[in-house]
């Protein structure tokens, strides 16, 4: 997979683009004084890591819920699957994969069809990505009620209709077939055996895809709780407005997250959004009369939460891909040593 090789260096640059924005940002907002104010934030800090396993296990219910019951794993493992997905996506420096290829992988793992774990990671990013349009679209209207920006109100209804209709072509696409079209694409270009075996499953995952979408009741309820996960994951921001002594209510935090969300969205080729959210959050906190050393620090506290929730996540991962690994490599093992053994008895035979 040559393509997959280039993709290093454009990754590099790209990551390199976002941590000199990352460092333009904190040396103009002040440093010592962000870092002051994640210092003061004390507590708080804990706090927050704790609360955001509420919304991930919203994010866990909801996916859920999309699997068929005769395929569908125990929730507590989705949620252990979800975990480390997020961790991967989070803090791993690979912005074209990202983590919903690898808990699709880690799906299966754990005993769920390959074609079901795929073709439910696929309709839960389709939900997702129209749940954070609709998300994005109420914080700005927020914010345009907040601000009196009526100049706002162009973009926003320009950005939505785009949004919805990026989300609306990738569900059609899903209709007419894309693995199968995947398939013949890989079928020609790659010589790789696990590559065509894959591409030998597209339709299948293409058949269950088309199953998934017509449980139209679980498809609903998915869009609800993932509403209702981003609308608590503001609460979180809530949380560290107060521990920073920033006195807001709750709707400039459900504007900070929703507009934050949307940004990082759009700038999602950022290897973990560096300098993306960080700007994000100073021009939404800007508008929305944060000081710029509060919005800044609010976006680092969010960071201190992904590692410390990230780096056990990555473990995890790393223990259950070794496990994998081991499982699958014993028996060759065993019979090697049982050859090797063998071979070491004729050969001492007069």
């Known amino acids: 997979m040559k393509a997959i090789g280039k993709a290093g260096p454009a990754l590099y640059l790209l990551f390199l683009a976002g941590a000199s924005l990352f460092t333009v940002l904190l040396v103009r907002q002040g440093a010592a004084d962000v870092v002051r104010a994640v210092a003061a934030a004390g507590w708080w800090l804990a706090v927050i890591t704790a609360f955001h396993l509420l ?113 609306a072509g990738f569900y059609l696409v899903q209709r007419l077939g894309m693995f199968r079209l995947f398939g013949v694409i890989v079928s020609r270009f790659v010589d790789d055996p696990r590559w065509r075996s894959l591409a030998g499953k597209g339709g299948e995952i293409d058949q269950t895809l088309r199953k998934v979408y017509s449980r139209g009741r679980s498809v609903a309820a998915c869009c609800f709780i993932t509403m209702l996960s981003f609308v608590i994951g503001s609460i979180e921001v809530w ?36 300098g993306v959210r960080e700007g994000g959050y100073l021009v939404v906190g800007g508008l929305s009369g944060i000081p710029g050393e509060a919005a800044f620090a609010l976006a680092l506290i969010r960071r201190v939460r992904e590692l410390a929730i990230g780096i056990p996540g990555l473990v995890a991962w790393q223990w259950v891909e070794g496990g994998h690994f081991w499982r699958r490599h014993e028996p060759r093992r065993r019979l090697a040593e049982a050859e090797s053994s063998g071979q070491t008895k004729f050969g001492s035979n007069p």
Do not use: H
Not at 114 to 127: F, P, R
Not at 246 to 274: N, T, W, Y
């Open 55 to 167: 919304p991930l296990f919203l994010d866990s219910l909801e996916w859920w819920m999309l699997f068929p019951k005769q395929d569908r794993l125990q929730l507590r493992t989705v949620y252990r699957v979800r975990w480390m997905g997020e961790s991967i996506a989070n803090l791993v420096p690979a912005a074209l994969v990202g983590g919903d290829i690898i808990r699709a992988r880690l799906a299966a793992l754990f005993g769920a069809p390959v074609s079901v774990a795929i073709a439910t990671v696929v309709v839960d990013m389709t939900v997702s990505v129209f749940i954070q349009s609709l998300f994005t679209l109420l914080g700005l209207s927020l914010l345009i009620l907040a601000t009196g920006r009526t100049n706002l109100i162009v973009p926003a209804l320009v950005g939505a209709p785009l949004a919805i209709g990026a989300v």
């Open 239 to 274: 949380i560290g407005l107060y521990a920073l002594g920033v006195p807001a209510g709750f709707d400039k935090a459900v504007i900070l997250e929703s507009v934050g969300q949307g940004v990082q969205s759009a700038l999602c080729f950022i290897p973990g959004a560096l």
